[in-house]
């Protein structure tokens, strides 16, 4: 029978594998051949690519069983290579580096897994406070924004006094952000987002990043103001007038900024006409003649005169 053994990192076998082998199977079947490569894996901080090929021309509990047998050390040292990898050593300063080096290669979940226990390995050393906002922005640029979130905030509450406390909130911002899908689906991330950008302006208004999170908070109302419009739209198509006037009263007061208004004073001015308000129809289409004389929705409104 043809036999393999493990020696020095290598699967060696230790006869040449033809049409004799496994003398046991051969009455039932006619030919089998496993071919494969020797692997070298040294045990480093990277792992050496491993090329394993076990070619089964035919099959059964046997030989399915030897195949698990043989690909279990595979996966064993595999295993034990990788693991060595992320292991914190004794130095917080060589642990810090090493998780730099990773954030650098773009290893970023790599980088969130090794600072995992950071903390715990090295409480008290000068590190520990950074290695917990890198790692933050590490499940951030992981697209983990969940975790990201629970990271930054803990890191705001925490430390509030951090020279870079403007940044875990910006963070947290940036987090809720990138959760955000369109404008029909539930908006509690846009909220959540609003919130966020606006104690940052609010608490660190000379930050470097203020300017950013102004532009991305009007981004933010924007998007609320066209979700709140097309919801509105929907209730006047269903003639629900009450329901649609609600929304685009809500528009009005909450989002003055945004492009949604000249649409939602339109819609509003309808609703009104549609409930038999004619003066609140007609005083809106001034208001909407007003501040957008050469609009669409001005000429249209024109109805409501």
Known sequence: MDSFRVHHG???????CGTGCFWPIQRYFSLMCIQHTAL???CNNSITAVSLRLDFMLT??????????LLLPLLLMLASCAGTELLPSESAKIDYEKAKAMLENGDYGKANRFLENFSAQH??????????LIRAFASYKAKEYVLA??????FAERHPRHPDVAYAKYLLAMSHFKQITNIEHDQTQTKLSIEAFRRLLKEHPKSSYAKDGGKRLQRLYNML??????????YFDKERYVAA???FQGIIKKYQTTPAI???LYYLAASYAKLGISEGARDTAILLRHNYPKGEWSSRAAEFL
């Open 149 to 154: 979130e629970t990271l930054s905030e803990r």
């Open 60 to 69: 059964g509990p046997r030989l399915r069983r030897m195949k698990n047998m």
């Open 245 to 247: 006037l609600n929304r």
């Open 123 to 132: 409480p008290y050393s000068q590190y520990a406070v950074q290695a917990e």
């Open 262 to 264: 000249e649409e939602a």
């Open 40 to 42: 070298e894996m040294p």
């Open 10 to 16: 290598h699967f060696l076998r230790s006869q040449p």
């Open 225 to 234: 103001a066209s979700h709140e419009l097309t919801v509105g739209k929907f």
